[in-house]
Structure formats: structure tokens, C-alpha cells
């Protein structure tokens, strides 16, 4: 698949929720050491004169890219934050994918849009990440009644500390949440262990990389210094820091088997694929992207049109409803669709029927305005 975009991925939370553990989990899981394998730029922003959060990110040595002594909703705008994501989307960085993680006070709505507004072709909204601390759910709900608008508009919700609440509790929250955002893909967790493959894609190692990000050293979070002055390598160091942390979860898996041992991150999500080599109508096809079925978090895959016009490759991106399209050529390549949806609690057979719907048919082979579905979610030229 092309690439079409460096995805940005949101990660919020009230206070104390565990955003910062659900990032070192990333950069742990995710690195180029990592089960994706991906090269992660962050992006933190505290509250405070001192960005705290910046000092417990994994891998983070005497910097990070960061903003701090203020909400970044509030005292950053978008071309501050265009500027800040333009520094880790340098082209020796190699980037593949941003997680911002923002302020525990801060107002998810106002970051999705500065995200989606941005005008840098090189970037794509990668989702809102919700983290709930299932331990204070309640008493955040009630001396903080806006987070139930902040828990509306997040594309996962990730329900964590499941481990200190008892399981009637637990169901009772999860029935919340679901009233809450009656659509959103949702995960319980322990210690904010998210599977990575869920929110960005996996990356085939780089053995030519000049950094050594493709060989066997620990994952890499690229700091603002490194960026900027192309300092040394700190792998050995990160490589230390990540086994220590893994032992002491070892340990801990040892002595909760019922807890860690035996919870394994992939069962908490399903992926539905489909595959057609007839073509697509594009006007259904839009409609699934905009309108993703229950649970989904993320649809991605190729599109294939029979369109005077329009018979490129359209690789296609949804995330919460928001979509992104481009197209390249076919390049040789077989013309068919195929099309992953990823979430929790998804309807196999739902998915599958209305994509199966969404093939062309005679009944549309005259939609000539059916495309403009399609073409409105092409980047501006």
C-alpha cells in the first residue's frame, strides 16, 4: 500500500489515567524492535513550566519534542503545532507514525480539529485514543462532568486499571461507556497495554537505516536533539531501560497469571477483511468509510472504480469517520478491492454485507455525481 500520509495518533485522558504508560507501552511494543516495527515520533504536552510526561517517555534521554506550561489546546495554535509535527516529519527521521500525547486537562475536540485542519499533505489524523482509569471513573465523572463530552468524540476508548475494580463495577462502566459513545471501538486493559497493530501499521525492518533502527537494538524515540543535531545513537541505553521494564512485568506476570500471564493484547480486537475484484460504487463505498459500522476504529485498504476518470488505484483511509483518499497507479497489479476494518465487538457478518452492498451494481451504473464522494476526501492540491 502507498503511503499516504504520516497517521497522527491522539492519546488523552484525565489525570492519572495512564496516557504516559499506554506510550511507553507503544514504544516498547511498537518500535523498530517492537512488534510493528515502526519508527514513533512523539509529541507530549503537560500541563506545568516542566513537562514531566516528556521525562517518563521510554527511550527519552535530555529531550523531547514537547510542549509545555500550558494546554496545548489552549496556548498552541496550528501553525505551532504544524511546526512541531514538521520537525519529526524531517525525511531522515523516517517517520511512520506520531503519537501526541496531550495534556490530562485538555479539550480532545480542540486537538482533532487542529490535527484534521492541518495543511501539511505529508500527515493524516490517526484517531483519538480515550484512556479511563477505571478506578476513578465515577468520582472523575462526577467532580469533572465534561469528560463524558471528551469520552463522545474519541474513535477507541481504552478502559484501564480493569485489575482494581471488581467485575460487576467493571460491567456497569463498559455500559457507560457504551452510552457514552454509543460507536466507538473499546478495550480493557491492564497497565494501558494496547496492541500497537491497532493503531498503526506494521513496518518491515530497515537493515540500510543509518541510524541502526533496522538491526536488533532496542526502539528508538527519535528526541528533538537527535533530530535537530543528528546526535549519537542511544540505543544500548534504550535497549537496557526496555528489558529492565519487561522484567519487572515478568515478574509481575508470575505472580498474577490470571491477571498477565495469560491476557493476550490480540483477542481484544477482530479484523474483518474483504476482498472483491469487481468494482465499487463509490457512493456506498463513502458511506461505509463516513459511517463505519459499530466498534470499528479503523478501515484502510484499495478501492477499485470502473469510472471514466477514476480507474486508479484509490487507497483509502477512515478513521472515526474521518477519511482520507488517494490514488496512485495500479502499477501492474491485479484491479480488485481489498478492504480491512479493525475494532472491538465489530459484526463479521455486518461488515461483510454491507461491503458486499457496496459493490456496483446496474442499478448504479448511471450515478454519474456518485464519485464526488469519493473525490472530496482527496488531498487539496
Known amino acids: 500500500m502507498s503511503r499516504a500520509g504520516v497517521p497522527v495518533v491522539v492519546v488523552a485522558g484525565f489525570l492519572g489515567s495512564g496516557k504516559t504508560t499506554l506510550l511507553?507501552?507503544?514504544?516498547?511494543?511498537?518500535?523498530?524492535?517492537?512488534?510493528?516495527?515502526?519508527?514513533?515520533?512523539?509529541?507530549?504536552?503537560?500541563?506545568?513550566?516542566?513537562?514531566?510526561?516528556?521525562?517518563?517517555?521510554?527511550?527519552?534521554?535530555?529531550g523531547a519534542v514537547s510542549l509545555a506550561n500550558g494546554c496545548m489546546c489552549c496556548s498552541v495554535d496550528r501553525d505551532g503545532l504544524d511546526a512541531a509535527l514538521s520537525t519529526l516529519l524531517r525525511p531522515s527521521a523516517r517517520i511512520d507514525v506520531i503519537v501526541i500525547e496531550a495534556s490530562g486537562i485538555a479539550e480532545p475536540r480542540a486537538l482533532i480539529r487542529m490535527v484534521t485542519g492541518s495543511d501539511d499533505p505529508r500527515i493524516r489524523y490517526g484517531g483519538l485514543v480515550y484512556v479511563v482509569d477505571a478506578a476513578l471513573f465515577a468520582r472523575t465523572r462526577h467532580e469533572y462532568p465534561e469528560i463524558d463530552l471528551h469520552i463522545a468524540v474519541a474513535d477507541l476508548v481504552v478502559l484501564n486499571k480493569i485489575d482494581l475494580v471488581e467485575p460487576a463495577a467493571l460491567d456497569d462502566i463498559r455500559m457507560v461507556l457504551r452510552e457514552l459513545n454509543p460507536t466507538a471501538a473499546q478495550i480493557s486493559v491492564i497497565d494501558a497495554r494496547v496492541d500497537p497493530a491497532m493503531l498503526f501499521d506494521p513496518v518491515a525492518p530497515d537493515a540500510d537505516a543509518p541510524d541502526g533502527s533496522g538491526d536488533d537494538a532496542g526502539p528508538v524515540q527519535l528526541t528533538l536533539d537527535a533530530l535537530l543535531h543528528d546526535a549519537g545513537r542511544r540505543d544500548s541505553a534504550n535497549q537496557d531501560r526496555g528489558t529492565a521494564h519487561e522484567d519487572e512485568h515478568d515478574h509481575e506476570d508470575h505472580h498474577m497469571p490470571g491477571v498477565h500471564g495469560h491476557r493476550h493484547l490480540h483477542d481484544e480486537f477482530t479484523s474483518v477483511e474483504f476482498a472483491s475484484t469487481a468494482p465499487m460504487d463509490p457512493r456506498r463505498l463513502a458511506r461505509f468509510l463516513e459511517r463505519p459500522p459499530v466498534g470499528c476504529y479503523r478501515i484502510k485498504g484499495v478501492a477499485h472504480f470502473d469510472l471514466p476518470g477514476h480507474r486508479q488505484r484509490h487507497i483509502v483511509h477512515g478513521v472515526g469517520g474521518f477519511v482520507e483518499v488517494r490514488r496512485d497507479s495500479w502499477a501492474g497489479q491485479a484491479r480488485q478491492t481489498s478492504i480491512v476494518a479493525i475494532g472491538t465487538g465489530l459484526d463479521r457478518d455486518e461488515v461483510l454485507i454491507v461491503l458486499g452492498a457496496a459493490v456496483a451494481d446496474d442499478a448504479t451504473a448511471d450515478d454519474e455525481h456518485g464519485i464526488l464522494h469519493i473525490t472530496r476526501h482527496l488531498p487539496a492540491r
Open 24 to 62: 511507553n507501552h507503544l514504544l516498547r511494543e511498537g518500535g523498530r524492535a517492537g512488534s510493528v516495527g515502526a519508527r514513533i515520533g512523539v509529541l507530549v504536552n503537560d500541563f506545568g513550566a516542566v513537562n514531566i510526561d516528556a521525562m517518563l517517555v521510554a527511550g527519552q534521554s535530555d
